[in-house]
């Protein structure tokens, strides 16, 4: 009997080389049943390479629907281009193997496959012709949304004609709906020496969701109370935490009693390096990285240097601005305890590879510690997707207030030897949250979270997250990218960035000749109203390495999906401005 699975674990990946045996199996004659039949070896192998499209000239995209975490592949989905009744359209087209039909996979796998066309939209209208003896994908139609408009002859594969019903998805018509972003961050109408305020310093902590507010102020102002009372301002300050929990779950994919809140990032991993170092020896090593904020290095260190461990470092490529991974293998040990790891670098944008630090981590027994501070607020996340143990990240830096968070895997969380009072509990989470939490600041946290949410689409919270985010993701990267095109047209102009085919956070550290950073940044607030930041935003290891520190470190222009081409626009014009003068 089939059962509804985690949809939240289901993804598509772009057609590869490696899905032919998957491609094979889709072959079946049960798979091709409303589809004209099985294909030839022939057909097949030429169907393949349509699919993986090397040279990216056809408008066609095909994907393999894969489980995580194992990446288990279960089916194929893609869309093309099709005239249909004399109008331009999207084709869709899906196909899950039999034992993992029912599942709410294709469902799933269509969602993520229409919000990939929503970004594209070059047609109006998404159309899907399942045969009318094929109950299940009409059903998936109907569930996403999509409207009958007849049944029609249709014909596939050429030759092939079968009864088939005509359903229709209209794409999303507007593009990132910026005026509706914009219009929920009270600070955007801030004026400064009379022009509109540009926030540019996102990295160092976001403008503040009005929800956010207003879930702070209801709190204070409904009366705020401690915990384990009897009235009700009590009850209700421990229903707004475990709300938050459950929010930083869905957020994650986690469950609720491994996510654990903090005065800031820093402080929790202080406070969690201590605990684990207690069972820590001489002679036990970690790894630290040289792109890190110091946040997740330094509390490393301070407990490797109590303890007499020794300390290796996973270097960065300073042609690449990328970790060389390749040496990893070499800095692994058996007595390894702990590769701390960032998920993408604070000061010049570069993603890691999470996934494939973990793996070799963990064969190695070692714990995995992930600074996420910088990659929450522009894509989504999945705790066990990237093999994270430990996960942090703040609020503050997602649209929310100034509290931090912590995520650790369960089995770590119940052994963890924490300091603390006496009397306080020693069940987790509450044996790490040291004193009375900023329990109105925990308040505004789901608000900052339903934000990114409200921009997506979805069954559960979840799915609404994550959908949000692949919206987020891409207008953020299109403002990058213009950002970086037109500085790198400037002579004068250096840009600190890792090469085209690497994954960046639309965060983009530069110097210019014959001025230091700061004077950049100065005038930029004074004579064009640009808050932009410079320093080495305390990835000071990275600054070393480059020899930037003694000269002022990088200015730093850090997007946000509150910003906007125009504001895009004004900053060029400003650093050309400066330039010329």
């Known amino acids: ?191 400064y020496k009379g022009k509109p305020v540009v926030y540019l310093d996102g990295p160092g902590g976001s403008q503040v969701v009005k929800s956010s507010m207003d879930a702070i102020y209801r709190y204070m102002a409904n009366g705020g109370a401690n915990l384990h009372g009897s009235f009700p301002t009590s009850k209700e300050t421990e229903a707004i935490l475990a709300d938050a929990r459950q929010a930083i779950a869905d957020l994650f994919h986690v469950k609720p009693l491994e996510v654990v809140f903090g005065a800031n990032m820093t402080t929790l991993t202080f406070a969690i390096a201590r605990a684990l170092g207690r069972h820590w020896r001489e002679g036990d090593e970690i790894i630290v990285s040289e792109m890190d904020h110091r946040a997740n290095v330094d509390p490393w260190l301070t407990v490797a240097a109590d303890r007499g461990m020794t300390v290796r470092w996973l270097k960065v490529n300073k042609e690449t601005l990328t970790l060389q991974l390749d040496e990893l293998d070499t800095l692994l040990t058996s007595r390894t305890r702990l590769v701390a790891i960032g998920f993408a670098s604070n000061a010049v944008g570069t993603i890691h590879d999470l996934a494939a630090i973990s793996q070799k981590a963990r064969a190695k027994g070692a714990i995995v510690a992930v600074d996420a501070v910088h990659a929450v607020p522009h894509f989504s996340i999945h705790r066990d997707e990237i093999g994270a143990d430990i996960l942090l990240c703040s609020a503050y830096k997602f649209f929310g207030p100034h509290v931090g968070i912590a995520v650790i895997r369960k089995e770590i969380f119940e052994a963890l030897d924490v300091y603390k009072l006496v009397p306080a509990p020693s069940s987790y989470p509450d044996k790490l949250e040291t004193g009375t939490q900023n329990h109105e600041g925990i308040a505004g946290i789901r608000p900052a979270i339903e934000f990114v949410a ?102 730093r222009a850090g997007l946000a999906p509150y910003n906007t081409h125009e504001e895009i626009d004004r900053f060029i014009q400003g650093i050309r401005a400066i330039i010329r003068a």
């Open 1 to 191: 009997m089939s059962t509804t699975l985690n949809t939240e674990l289901v993804r598509i990946l772009p057609w590869d080389d490696h899905d032919l045996p998957l491609l094979r199996l889709l072959n079946a004659p049960a798979m091709m049943e409303h589809l004209g039949g099985p294909e030839t070896e022939e057909q097949l192998l030429a169907r393949h390479e349509r699919y993986v499209n090397k040279d990216g000239q056809l408008t066609s995209k095909m994907f393999s629907i894969v489980l995580l975490p194992d990446h288990t592949p279960v089916g194929s989905i893609g869309y093309w281009d099709r005239i249909w009744q004399g109008e331009h359209v999207y084709e869709v087209g899906w196909s899950v193997l039999p034992t993992f039909q029912g599942k709410g996979i294709a469902s799933a796998a269509l969602a993520s496959l229409i919000t990939r066309i929503n970004q594209e939209r070059r047609h109006k209208f998404i159309h899907a012709y399942p045969s009318v003896d094929n109950p299940a994908s009409n059903a998936i139609c109907r569930k996403l949304g999509f409207t009958l408009q007849s049944e029609c002859v249709f014909e596939y594969p050429p030759g092939s004609f079968m009864r088939s019903n005509d359903w229709r998805l209209e794409v999303a018509s507007e593009h990132f709906p910026i005026e509706k972003v914009r219009e929920q961050f009270p600070a955007l109408q801030r004026t």
């Open 454 to 555: 409200s921009l997506g689409f979805g069954d559960s919270f979840a799915e609404k997250i994550r959908s949000g985010y692949e919206w987020i993701e891409a207008y953020e990267n299109q403002l990058a990218e213009k950002l970086r095109k037109e500085l790198g047209a400037m002579n004068s102009v250096s840009i600190y960035q890792a090469s085209e085919d690497v994954p960046k956070t639309p965060t983009i550290a530069f110097r210019i000749e014959g001025f230091s950073p700061q004077e950049i940044c100065e005038r930029l607030c004074e004579e064009h109203s640009i808050f932009v930041a410079d320093g080495d935003f305390y990835a000071t290891t990275l600054a070393n390495c480059l020899g930037i520190n003694e000269c002022g470190g990088w200015i």
